[in-house]
C-alpha cells in the first residue's frame, strides 16, 4: 500500500458499471493499459461505497443510473471521504440536471458511453493532469446552461482566432462527435492529415482536447451547437 500522500506509479482505479458486458470492455481497456490498476470492479452502488471506503485508490470511473440508486452518491462519498482522489461520469445520461448534479457532486469528466478506447484513456489521462474531459453533448448542456444564465453573454467579446474553412470543417465534425476516420471520410482527406489540422484548432482556441475546444469555439461564437 502506497504512503499517504504517495502515488503509485500505476494509476489506481475503481470502476463502477451495473452493464456487465460494458464493465467488462471497460475493465479489458483499462487492463491493457499499462498505466493503469484496476483495484475493484462493482456492479452496484452499494459495492461502490464499499470499495471507497476499503480501497486505496486514484480515480473512481463511474455510471450514474445503478440499480440500487444514483453513481452521485458514490462521488459525494469519495469528495467526503478521500478528497485527493478523482472522478469521471461514463453514462448514457444528458439530461440536463443529472449532468449539473454530476458536477456539482465532483465529476472531474463526463464522457458519453460511445468513446472508444483511445479516447478513454486519453479522457483519464486529462483528468489526472487537471483538465476536464468532456464529451461533446455534454459541452453542449454546459455551454447552453451557461448562456441562460448570461454568463457568457456577460463577458467581453474576446478577439476570435481565425481558422482557415478546412479547421471551421472539422471543428464542427468534432462538435458533432465525428471521429478521424469519419472526418476523413467525409471531408474526402487522408486519416494522417486530420490531426495535424486538429492541432491546429487545439493551439488557436488554447484547448487541450475536443471538448475544450467545442466550448471555447461556442464561447467565441465560431459556432452554434
Known sequence: MASEGHR?????????????PIRRRLAAILAAWQGAALVAECGTLA??????KAKEFDLLVTDLKLPDGNGIEAIRLLRQTRPDAEAMVISVMTDERIVLDAIEAGAAGYLLKDADSIDLIEAITDVMAGRSPISSRIARVLVRRL????????????????????EMDILWGIAKGFTYAELAERLNMSRQTVPV?????????????????????????LIRL
Open 47 to 52: 459495492e461502490a461505497l464499499q470499495a471507497i
Open 197 to 221: 489540422h486538429i492541432r491546429n484548432i487545439y493551439r488557436k482556441l488554447q484547448a487541450s482536447n475536443r471538448s475544450e475546444a467545442v466550448f471555447e469555439a461556442t464561447r467565441l461564437g
Open 147 to 166: 448562456s441562460e444564465r448570461g454568463d457568457i453573454a456577460a463577458e467581453p467579446a474576446p478577439d476570435k482566432p481565425h481558422l482557415t474553412p478546412r
Open 8 to 20: 503509485s506509479e500505476r494509476l489506481r482505479i475503481v470502476l463502477v458499471e451495473d452493464d456487465e
